[in-house]
T-cell receptor, first 111, second 114 residues
Framework: RKEVEQDPGPFNVPEGATVAFNCTYS??????FFWYRQDCRKEPKLLMS???SGNEDGRFTAQLNRASQYISLLIRDSKLSDSATYLC????????????FGKGTKLSVKP | GAVVSQHPSWVICKSGTSVKIECRSL??????MFWYRQFPKQSLMLMAT?????????EQGVEKDKFLINHASLTLSTLTVTSAHPEDSSFYIC??????????FGSGTRLTVV
């Protein structure tokens, strides 16, 4: 089982749609969880951290279920500018703090 | 905010030559720097972890003699790809850790070996 697994995608949605990404992680001892956004040929940029209580930042809502080792990202009212690859990221347990990246899910928002 | 400057942003080199990639933390001290690479349509994979003043820790399958990492100061870490071959063509990116939840990425280096 891969350490971080995501929906394969790609997701092609119209503007204004709501889209949800799912992610599972294998190490139950992981403590930190993130969603990153990566544009083509660019470095990943932190979108938001994910907390057990769930957190929201504008149109973006992240949820964490530790029991199921499941992370989700919901994007409401999607914009053209949301088109990117979304990476589910977990910190590496027992290491010096490196991040473990999922393969990413590509989102394409169409007019 | 914290910035990590990575150079060069892209490089094309001949097979058999060496390429050095630099990452500098501009406004903070990076005691730990992570080096990743990303092949097309793949996830970022950790290559090695470098700590200032000590030897880097390499992930399984990464040749330490081929990918030389130097972290001689708190603001500079370098990755040298020695005797590069076409299969080393990839996107290389560094990341500095500022704590459990603070990671700053360089802008990445796209290496093409011809």
């Amino acid at each position: 089982r891969k350490e971080v697994e995501q929906d394969p995608g790609p997701f092609n949605v119209p503007e204004g749609a709501t889209v949800a990404f799912n992610c599972t992680y294998s190490n139950s001892a992981s403590q930190s969880f993130f969603w990153y956004r990566q544009d083509c040929r660019k470095e990943p940029k932190l979108l938001m951290s994910v907390y057990s209580s769930g957190n929201e930042d504008g149109r973006f809502t992240a949820q964490l279920n530790r029991a199921s080792q499941y992370i989700s990202l919901l994007i409401r009212d999607s914009k053209l500018s949301d088109s990117a690859t979304y990476l589910c990221v977990v910190n590496g347990v027992g290491s010096q703090g490196n991040l473990i990246f999922g393969k990413g899910t590509k989102l394409s928002v169409k007019p | 905010g914290a910035v990590v400057s990575q150079h060069p942003s892209w490089v094309i080199c001949k097979s058999g030559t060496s390429v050095k990639i630099e990452c500098r933390s501009l406004d903070f001290q990076a005691t730990t720097m992570f080096w990743y690479r990303q092949f097309p349509k793949q996830s970022l994979m950790l290559m090695a972890t470098s700590n200032e003043g000590s030897k880097a820790t390499y992930e399984q399958g990464v040749e330490k003699d081929k990918f030389l990492i130097n972290h001689a100061s708190l603001t500079l870490s370098t990755l040298t790809v020695t005797s590069a071959h076409p299969e080393d063509s990839s996107f290389y990116i560094c990341s500095a850790s500022q704590g459990p939840d603070g990671y700053t990425f360089g802008s990445g280096t796209r290496l093409t070996v011809v």
